[in-house]
């Protein structure tokens, strides 16, 4: 099983719609849990942070932790044609070294 | 905004040779990454630098591979003696704190490595 599972899409939605991204992941030691943006031959961008489980809102995006189930999930809303790239999961515990990334998913927003 | 850069942007080298890519974190971060993205890839750790030395290394970062803080500003990545599958965009990532405790990682932009 790998440590990080994340669905890698392509996953299409027109403007305005509501998006699900999500993750799994089988370490439970996971703590600090991080969404990143990364545009085509671009650098992963940090979208959202969060630690432990609960909701965080920033603007249009919110993220999830559900550390029972082991899952976590990226929202947005009112989704725009900018916000086509592809959507990391990543992932640490209190004391690593690195973060472990999912494989990402790749979004594309129709206008 | 400060932000992490990297030099060069693109690289094409031939099979054998040494390559050094080169990255200034931002300047108050204490913390130093290198990841790699072979295309259509993952993201995968390589390697995190702390206090002038190395704190963890992954598998892929065998004998081939050296880190270095040469001055205050920079950090390298060197690769002796390159092989056609070292070809992947390697990103140069810092954070100002530990990642165990809240410290959020900022990547640079990329150098892609071509290996012919």
């Known amino acids: 099983q790998k440590e990080v599972e994340q669905d890698p899409g392509p996953l299409s939605v027109p403007e305005g719609a509501i998006v699900s991204l999500n993750c799994t992941y089988s370490?439970?030691?996971?703590?600090?849990f991080m969404w990143y943006r990364q545009y085509s031959r671009k650098g992963p961008e940090l979208l959202m942070y969060?630690?432990?489980?609960g909701n965080k809102e920033d603007g249009r995006f919110t993220a999830q932790v559900d550390k029972s189930s082991k899952y976590i999930s990226l929202f947005i809303r009112d989704s725009q044609p900018s916000d086509s790239a592809t959507y990391l999961c990543?992932?640490?515990?209190?004391?690593?070294?690195?973060?472990?990334f999912g494989s990402g998913t790749r979004l594309s927003i129709r206008p | 905004e400060p932000e992490v850069t990297q030099t060069p942007s693109h690289q094409v080298t031939q099979m054998g040779q040494e390559v050094i890519l080169r990255c200034v974190p931002i300047?108050?971060?204490?913390?130093f990454y290198w990841y790699r993205q072979i295309l259509g890839q993952k993201v995968e750790f390589l390697v995190s630098?702390?206090?002038?030395?190395?704190?963890?290394k992954s598998e892929i970062f065998d004998d081939q591979f050296s880190v270095e803080r040469p001055d205050g500003s920079n950090f390298t990545l060197k690769i002796r003696s390159t092989k056609l599958e070292d070809s992947a965009m390697y990103f140069c990532?810092?954070?100002?704190?530990?990642?165990?405790?809240?410290?959020?990682?900022?990547f640079g932009e990329g150098s892609r490595l071509t290996v012919l």
């Open positions: 990532a810092s954070s100002a704190r530990a990642l165990g405790g809240s410290g959020e990682l900022f």
């Open positions: 300047s108050n971060h204490l913390y």
């Open positions: 630098f702390y206090n002038n030395e190395i704190s963890e």
């Open positions: 990543a992932m640490t515990y209190s004391s690593a070294s690195k973060i472990i």
């Open positions: 969060t630690y432990s489980s």
């Open positions: 370490n439970s030691a996971f703590q600090y």
